[in-house]
């Protein structure tokens, strides 16, 4: 199970916060221009997970099926890799970029016995990827890199213990640390600022953070509304937002100005059913990805931007995806978002 597992509730009739799926039209989000820039696969086993950018043309992106993908030429062409180490059933479920050619990719596959995560890492540009780490004991969903040489990866023991490791050197070695305290379970997501201050999130209502690279974590407050959270973005150590779904099946959007430990609920568009990613380019101009519809065959990927700490908006893109599962952006204006189309085959978007 990954972070898609929060896409199975079906869509509310109504909601508390909610504004119909349609484009704001504020001219200041820059050129409304999203672009269907490449299909890949089905053969790549689909549903692209990740994607991480450190410039106009250097992207990594991982997908279920194992593979990680990068581009050097804003995705004219494509390298593409099965991550080293990995096992047949692993999935690469996210990966984060330091600079241009230093990025890590973690996963993490399973048995009905066992189960192990995988860290694998490259310094140029996604050629080539080492096991850093290759036989984590348990799987990883999300990665975070503030610095150049602090990273963070997190993700869950037996699927209901919070499992998350901690590299100094740029992710060569690795520090784990099972629990963060008895009430916080799965971790899907988390984001650093600076090499001291994390704040996570994950399924069944989780959030936590820590201001001294994690020696200690202080619990997330949140309302009996939040189901899920798949994602969270801190671009201040003292503001985030985080990206879900409810307890009726609604898309969420949260901020906080806290550092992720108290959350006021955001308006997002009638009609999205969860958001799996977000990013947020300054303190308040983020975007946030997920999908539309009711069940997992009439839905479709959904891009929506929010610049005013308050309201997320419906952006104008291509159909041919399903769903959009994490974005990246450069600056405001430039952003690359990943997912996977009705047939099982990745899509990477891109927007400029």
């Known amino acids: 199970m990954h972070r898609m597992r929060s896409f199975i509730a079906v869509i509310a009739s109504t909601a508390a916060v909610a504004t119909p799926l349609l484009w704001s039209g504020v001219a200041s989000a820059g050129p409304p221009s999203w672009h269907l820039t490449k299909v890949i696969g089905p053969a790549s086993s689909g549903e692209m997970t990740s994607v991480s950018c450190k410039s106009t043309t250097h992207c990594v992106a991982t997908n279920l099926g194992g593979y990680i993908f990068s581009t050097t030429n804003a995705w004219a062409t494509y390298h593409r890799v099965r991550g080293p180490g990995v096992h047949p059933a692993t999935n690469m479920n996210a990966v984060a970029c330091i600079s241009t050619s230093t990025c890590i990719a973690v996963g993490g596959w399973g048995t009905s016995t066992s189960s192990y995560g995988i860290i694998d890492r490259t310094t140029n540009s996604g ?95 949140l309302d009996s509304t939040v189901r899920y959270l798949n994602g969270v973005s801190c671009q201040l150590a003292s503001e985030c937002e985080a990206v879900g779904s409810t307890v009726k099946g609604a898309g969420l959007a949260l901020r906080s100005t806290d550092g992720g430990l108290g959350w006021t609920q955001m308006t997002v568009p009638l009609g999205v059913r969860s958001l799996a990613g977000v990013i947020c380019v300054t303190s308040s101009f983020c975007y946030a990805v997920g999908r539309t519809g009711t069940t997992d065959e009439n839905g479709h990927g959904v891009v929506l931007v929010s610049f005013d700490d308050a309201t997320f908006s419906a952006m104008p893109i291509p159909g041919g995806s399903s769903a959009l599962l994490s974005v990246s952006c450069v600056t405001t204006s430039h952003c690359t978002a990943v997912g996977e189309n009705s047939s099982g085959a990745d899509v990477i978007y891109t927007y400029y």
């Open 127 to 221: 050629a080539t990827w080492v096991p850093e780490h290759p036989t984590t004991t348990w799987p990883l969903w999300a990665v975070s890199c503030p610095t150049a040489t602090v990273c963070y990866a997190v993700g869950d023991r037996n699927g209901h213990t919070a499992y998350w490791m901690k590299s100094t050197n740029a992710g060569v070695t690795w520090v784990a640390h099972i629990g963060i305290d008895p009430t916080i379970g799965v971790l899907d997501a988390v984001s650093c600022n600076g090499a001291s201050f994390c704040a996570v999130t994950g399924s069944i209502a989780t959030s936590a953070n820590t201001s001294n690279g994690g020696a200690n974590w202080s619990d997330g407050s």
